[in-house]
DNA sequence: CGGGATCCCCGACGATACTG
DNA sequence: CAGTATCGTCGGGGATCCCG
């Protein structure tokens, strides 16, 4: 299915929540930064394909763009929901892993 | 969320359905002819990844693996409801597509 | 600032052959 | 039947430049 397919895709789901977390619409650049820098090529990608999609917008004023999640968009995030909380209890249990007991916490890396 | 990295490779997720579709256990082979028949190469690496997540397991009698989803398999195809849910009916509101409008709306296929 | 165009590279995927 | 090892291919991303 097509919505898993765009949704697995690299960065999309990090770009998708970094639009959910900043709630009001966010510029390219500041957004560029957040995902930790990637490449503007690449977000350009990921945001045409979610605008398409119908799940982020861009207002457009005039020189300086703002990217907002629409409303199908926050069903989306919604609907992870319960997936990220399995996701947790998942990361949380498994064998051998998560030692930072000391308090850095890691980069929520996606996989480089 | 490494989860959803693993979730979001190839063939994971179809594997991870056939495993609960099937119900109970099945061989190597049977599994890799339910999905149209991928590489056997790819399809042990998924199996290896999802068995070191806790998602599947194998019983090995003794020529005949049988591979099923653990209970942590079963929580995580629950959880994927809502989401599923989301994109069927994202599916069906698309701007351009859909030549469908009177309503069959079906086609049950997770396929990626 | 916003974002398209281009080039290169790495890693996943896929098929085949082979062992137990 | 079950699974491993190897090799070739292909496409997505990452960087960078550049234009509006």
Do not use: K, Y
């Given at each position: 299915?097509?919505?898993?397919?765009l949704?697995?895709?690299r960065?999309?789901?990090?770009v998708?929540?970094?639009?959910h977390?900043s709630g009001?619409?966010?510029?390219?650049?500041?957004?560029q930064?957040r995902?930790?820098?990637?490449?503007?090529?690449?977000?350009?990608g990921r945001l045409t394909?979610l605008?398409?999609?119908?799940?982020?917008?861009?207002?457009?004023?005039?020189g300086?763009a703002?990217w907002?999640?629409t409303?199908?968009?926050?069903?989306?995030v919604?609907?992870?929901?319960p997936l990220?909380?399995?996701?947790?209890a998942?990361?949380?249990q498994l064998?051998?892993e998560?030692?930072?007991?000391?308090?850095q916490?890691?980069?929520?890396?996606?996989?480089?």
């Open positions: 299915m097509a919505a898993l397919d949704l697995g895709r960065w999309t789901l990090r998708v929540w970094e639009l977390e009001g619409p966010i510029g390219f650049r500041e957004l930064r995902c930790d820098g990637m490449s503007s090529s690449v977000l350009t394909e605008r398409e999609a119908g799940i982020a917008a861009s207002d457009v004023p005039s300086a703002a907002r999640l409303p199908l968009g926050g069903e989306l919604a609907a992870m929901q990220l909380t399995w996701s947790h998942w990361a949380a064998p051998d998560d030692p930072a007991p000391g308090g916490g890691q980069g929520a890396n996606t996989s480089p």
